[in-house]
């Protein structure tokens, strides 16, 4: 059944509101269940699709899994034969390409269709097949199927061409189990692979240096079970930030890691908003008007790309011009032509969005095309004169729990409807 979400904006956030645990987080903790001998157990897991979606692969596997949303997952791998993810299930979401990494290490052979996911670039997975390859494993995509195996896997030094998310957690995942030591160079630093070192440590391997740019894993014959919470989320955190400054509220969010938002906090204090933090609360309000900056996407500490969507969208009723350059995928301004169907000014030339700050935006039908385009939709709404009508919101229950739930309670005009 088709939904479409329907913002009246105008109104000012105002209140406080709790952030979800991370979605990028959750991802790669689920698959890294499979590691184990014994149960694990997961909370403060979001209650998004792409939870739901590895949940179900979990199950379709074998593992014996135990769901409450929003409370906690137990999976007990014990049961669990299957080395094979159908294309129906990997297409669900990106992170299925971490059940290569994880069945790699727990059964030494994986097969998993190519992941689905956002559209937001070419997202090559090469440097994933390049790393299992160095911990001595055959890897391949072909016909859509990506096959990995190997008699046993041994700890390999593995460097990266470029800084990679989705490749440097694939490799943790596998090198957790290896033979031997395993070195990544040019590992990324987020604070997700930083999360998933400290569940793989509390199941007792021995990762060391993840947030720094170079992860030592010294691979362990068997894991053992745990209990674990995985961080907040950071991208949520950040978008109701931005969605409180959009509408000049006055929002505190709780329960968030203010040090893994300085680089949007910085850009938000620049453009004039006033923004305070204490050990795990942020409060963001807009007094005067907001001055246009320039933005470039970055791996972390930076500005993360998968904020340049919903910043892009507050800058387009900034005083004045503004340049928002995309450095990490190439097809992350599809949000921006929508927007411009509401009023914003806005150029885009290879890499680069010109914004030219308009003093107000008009609701509109608008679709959305991938999760962090959705966000930057909804905050466009939220700011605009009018009625916007976001078709295709299901991208955006991906990624964000309850969005409008928690945008309602904070004063927004919001709903869905079927259509
Ligand atoms: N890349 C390659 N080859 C590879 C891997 C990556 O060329 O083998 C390139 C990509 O094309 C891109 C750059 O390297 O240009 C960085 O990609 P990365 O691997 O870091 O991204 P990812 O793992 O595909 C994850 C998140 C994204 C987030 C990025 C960057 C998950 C499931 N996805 O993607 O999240 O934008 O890291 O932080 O964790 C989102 O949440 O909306 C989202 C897209």
């Known amino acids: 059944?088709?939904?479409?979400?329907?913002?009246?904006?105008?109104?000012?956030?105002?209140?406080?509101?709790?952030?979800?645990?991370?979605?990028?987080?959750?991802?790669?903790?689920?698959?890294?269940?499979?590691?184990?001998?014994?149960?694990?157990?997961?909370?403060?897991?979001?209650?998004?699709?792409?939870?739901?979606?590895?949940?179900?692969?979990?199950?379709?596997?074998?593992?014996?899994?135990?769901y409450v949303p929003g409370e906690f997952l137990t999976v007990d791998p014990r049961p669990a034969e299957g080395y094979e993810v159908s294309y129906r299930d990997s297409q669900r979401l990106r992170a299925s390409y971490y059940l290569i990494g994880a069945l790699l290490g727990r059964c030494g052979k994986a097969r998993v269709a190519s992941p689905g996911g956002c559209e937001i670039g070419s997202r090559p997975i090469d440097q994933h097949l390049k790393g299992f390859m160095s911990l001595g494993a055959e890897a391949e995509e072909r016909g859509g199927m990506i096959n990995a195996r190997c008699d046993s896997l041994t700890g390999g030094d593995v460097f990266f061409d470029m800084v990679t998310v989705g490749a440097t957690i694939n490799v943790m995942l596998a090198a957790a189990k290896a033979k031997g030591t395993t070195i990544i160079y040019n590992a990324a630093k987020e604070p997700h692979i930083v999360d998933l070192a400290n569940f793989l440590n509390s199941m007792g391997a021995k990762i060391k240096g993840a947030g720094t740019d170079v992860i030592r894993i010294r691979g362990q014959q068997s894991l053992h079970g745990c209990t674990y919470a995985v961080i907040p989320d950071q991208i949520e955190t950040g978008t109701l930030m931005i969605a409180a400054a959009a509408t000049r509220g006055d929002v505190i969010i709780?329960?968030?890691?203010?040090?893994?938002?300085?680089?949007?906090?910085?850009?938000?204090?620049?453009?004039?908003?006033?923004?305070?933090?204490?050990?795990?609360?942020?409060?963001?309000?807009?007094?005067?008007?907001?001055?246009?900056?320039?933005?470039?996407?970055?791996?972390?500490p930076g500005f993360p790309t998968d904020l340049q969507q919903p910043m892009s969208a507050l800058l387009t009723t900034a005083h004045g011009t503004s340049i928002v350059t995309e450095t990490i995928f190439e097809q992350r301004f599809k949000h921006l032509d929508e927007i411009r169907r509401m009023g914003a000014r806005v150029r885009v030339v290879g890499r680069m969005a010109i914004i030219e700050g308009v003093p107000q935006l008009y609701g509109a039908p608008v679709t959305t095309t991938d999760l962090r385009a959705g966000a930057a939709l909804v905050v466009a709404g939220l700011m605009a004169k009018g009625v916007t009508e976001i078709y295709e919101p299901e991208y955006i229950d991906r990624g964000y729990e309850h969005i409008e739930q928690k945008l309602r309670a904070l004063g927004a005009d919001i709903q869905r409807e079927t259509i």
């Not at 001998?37 to 979990?58: M, Q, W, Y």
């Not at 906090?265 to 004039?272: F, I, P, R």
């Open 1 to 66: 059944m088709k939904e479409r979400m329907l913002i009246t904006g105008g109104n000012a956030l105002e209140g406080e509101v709790r952030v979800s645990g991370g979605k990028n987080t959750a991802v790669a903790v689920i698959p890294a269940m499979l590691l184990s001998s014994e149960p694990c157990t997961i909370e403060n897991l979001p209650d998004i699709e792409d939870v739901h979606a590895l949940v179900d692969i979990l199950r379709s596997l074998g593992a014996k899994v135990t």
């Open 254 to 300: 709780r329960g968030c890691i203010p040090q893994h938002m300085e680089a949007l906090t910085a850009k938000l204090l620049e453009m004039g908003v006033k923004v305070s933090d204490s050990d795990d609360a942020i409060r963001v309000r807009t007094l005067g008007a907001h001055r246009a900056v320039n933005v470039k996407t970055q791996v972390y």
